[in-house]
């Protein structure tokens, strides 16, 4: 593998598979990354194929920390209970098993979510913040993580909270600007409710707004009225690779 490599992530999404060696030291690829379009009937024996295809290519070693982000909650040493994203066929799966089965390497499989936010955490927008670090991805749903003083509390699903009797991601989200063709007013007046909300349960110490459309935050963070310092990621779509990386590095040996 890439000599200024310490690690190596792979981002799996509905869309495509996407993979590179990471510089655990500038948080950054080591080399251009690869993506493969994700199969059209997405099975376990599927992706894990692709996935042994990219680490093959880059003949990535047993023993390199190899990190994967994965779109649904993943506990190690337990099967999967939910599939979004993928064939339904993962529901029941030990996805840390599988793939370190089928590609013959030890493999740490994270949230998607938690590895964007871990990677924010540790090399982005929220980089020497002490104390609780919420990031958000908004996009089709939202997106959560938390990381505390670095560590990371897995699988959180806030998105999921109750917001004026529906879950949040329906009133706050990307997708929902987009289907009600609201103003980034108006969709920034949806926002500051969601994020009050995190607030007064968490008391976060910043907020990290995440997704495609924080490419755009100028026109929408004037209107969130929160008292919590909120800043946009800055990984943007290197932000999972990366943080599932820097996961693996830190769960080696455990």
């Known amino acids: ?24 030291k500038e948080g950054k690829f080591a080399a251009e990354r690869l993506r493969i379009p994700t199969p059209e009937v997405s099975t376990p024996d599927a992706v894990a194929a692709i996935v042994k295809e990219i680490l093959d290519h880059y003949e990535v070693e047993d023993g390199t920390p190899i990190g994967v982000a994965f779109p649904a909650p993943v506990k190690p040493g337990r099967p999967l209970n939910f599939m979004a994203n993928l064939d339904q066929s993962w529901v029941g799966v030990d996805i840390n098993r599988l793939l370190s089965e089928k590609t013959g390497r030890e ?113 929408f963070f004037p209107y969130i009225e929160v008292e919590t310092p909120m800043v946009p990621a800055t990984l943007l779509n290197a932000a999972g690779i990366v943080g599932a990386a820097y996961f693996a590095s830190t769960q080696m040996g455990k």
């Open 1 to 24: 593998m890439i000599e200024t490599a310490q690690a190596f992530g792979i981002d799996i999404g509905g869309s495509g598979i996407k993979g590179a060696p990471v510089d655990l």
């Open 107 to 219: 493999v740490h499989v994270v949230n998607d979510a938690d590895a964007a936010g871990l990677a924010e955490a540790q090399y982005g927008a929220a980089k020497g913040n002490k104390g609780l670090v919420i990031a958000t991805t908004l996009g089709t749903g939202i997106g959560t993580a938390l990381i505390m003083n670095g560590v990371l509390v897995p699988n959180t699903e806030l998105g999921h909270l109750i917001l004026d009797g529906k879950d949040a991601e329906k009133y706050a989200a990307d997708s929902a600007r987009s289907r009600k063709e609201l103003s980034w007013k108006k969709w920034g007046a949806r926002l500051t409710k969601y994020y009050r909300l995190l607030e007064h349960y968490f008391s976060p110490d910043i907020f990290v707004v995440g997704g495609g459309v924080s490419k755009k935050h100028e026109k």
